[in-house]
């Protein structure tokens, strides 16, 4: 639950969440009886499981921002399961919703107590503790030793983020964003729609914050959690660059190589790219890393020459960690050796980018120091160099090998 972290990391970081815009407000900091090195920060999850074939179920867990730093491997002790319920019950919205909204009100109000650190007298449903239970003998009482808690962010992918805090704008609707006015659909104008990264883009200057949230939509249920911000819903690695545009850039930077007769020929597309698997393998194992050998890749889970690039779904978030890293070194080196290709230069600029930013939350603690900050900011991004590489035709529609890019010129 601490992570192995000293009073006064923690002290540093609740200082420093207290100058972020999403939590400058939350009334858990600006209490006088919480003592930051006795203050416990909690992210929720939400997410549905497959526990059974055929049998879903969704979980709420809880955890604490610092286990991140410590160096438990059971996740069961890191992670604290708040409520699990079987999709089978939950079949129509109306249950869903409600189901949803009492779970947000029971943590926000056991997360009430916890920041409070004193045992409350009555019940959630505000019913007496029969005499001498436990909970009756918690009453008035500092709890856990001083210790306090309070929420901090909200974690789920897309479609546990729509169902639970019931939003309208989403990725299945015209208006497919949450936190801007992006769009899509036939009646979409240009300005408006969500791949054009080209100067005539509008949506960029809609962004919605948590104030234009609350005034223009309907709240999300889990609003009514003690220091709940919408822009403490967070975006996570995992699903937008390994499961996102991770899988894009290996994709079509394998193809690219490909064309430049980087590695060695096969009789067929499928042929090559076994070529580069091994190849793959190779250089890992050289720098000690695992690479599995299989998915294999193939003309199918990377994108033939006659659809866009991306690989399959079967390539799970660290097999596409460990292509970017090793696209990036090659990348690199391929364009040392042929400085005169532009194509080759900005794929090793973007790979280089991406893996910068990788390497910088992987070795960096809780808060980014100083000098990482500005090196982050220097990448940052990642993002938009990554994005670069995807949005290249977008932004450049001449570009040879258009079909190579998961986003193509608006035609
Ligand atoms: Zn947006």
Redesign the pocket.
């Known amino acids: 639950m601490l992570g192995n972290l000293d009073s006064n990391s923690r002290i540093t970081f609740w200082k420093h969440l207290a100058t972020c815009k999403p939590w400058k407000c939350h009334p858990a900091l600006h209490r006088n009886d919480v003592s930051y090195d006795k203050l416990v920060g909690f992210t929720i999850h939400a997410d549905g499981a497959q526990m059974y074939s055929d049998d879903e179920f969704f979980v709420y867990s809880i955890s604490s921002v610092f286990s991140s730093e410590g160096c438990t491997k059971d996740i069961l002790l890191v992670k604290i399961p708040l409520a699990i319920i079987p999709e089978r019950q939950m079949r129509s919205k109306d249950v869903r919703a409600a189901v949803n909204k009492v779970v947000a009100d029971v943590t926000a109000w056991s997360l009430k107590i916890c920041t409070s650190g004193v045992g409350p007298q009555r019940g959630f449903y505000n019913e007496a503790f029969p005499e001498k239970s436990y909970r009756h003998g918690l009453s008035g009482k500092i709890l856990a030793g001083g210790w306090k808690g309070c929420y901090v962010a909200f974690k789920a992918d897309l479609k546990a983020r729509v169902q639970v805090h019931a939003l309208t704008r989403n990725y299945l609707c015209n208006l497919i964003?949450d936190?801007?006015l992006?769009a899509t659909g036939d009646k979409c104008p240009e300005s408006m729609y969500y791949k054009n990264f080209s100067h005539t883009a509008a949506w960029p200057l809609t962004a919605i914050d948590h104030e234009m949230h609350m005034q223009m939509d309907t709240p999300s249920p889990w609003s009514v959690v003690e220091g709940f911000n919408f822009e403490s819903l967070s975006y996570d690695w995992l699903h937008n660059v390994y499961l996102g545009i991770g899988r894009d850039l290996v994709a079509s930077g394998i193809l690219v190589l490909i064309e430049h007769n980087v590695f060695p020929l096969g009789a067929d597309l499928d042929e090559t790219l076994g070529n580069v698997h091994r190849e793959v393998r190779r250089t890992c194992a050289k720098n000690g890393l695992y690479f599995p050998c299989k998915p294999q890749l193939t003309k199918a889970n990377v994108g033939g020459s006659d659809d866009f690039a991306v690989l399959g779904s079967r390539f799970k978030g660290a097999t596409v960690k460990t292509l970017i890293w090793w696209l990036a070194v090659t990348s690199q080196k391929v364009s040392d050796q042929r400085p005169t290709e532009p194509i080759l230069a900005l794929l090793a600029t973007c790979c280089f980018w991406m893996q910068r930013s990788i390497h910088i939350q992987d070795r960096s603690g809780l808060t980014f120091s100083r000098i990482t900050m500005l090196v982050k900011l220097g990448s940052l991004s990642s993002s938009t160099s990554g994005r670069m590489w995807i949005w290249l035709p977008a932004t450049f529609p001449t570009t040879a090998c258009c079909s190579r890019f998961a986003i193509r010129p608006i035609t």
């Open positions: 964003c936190r801007c992006a």
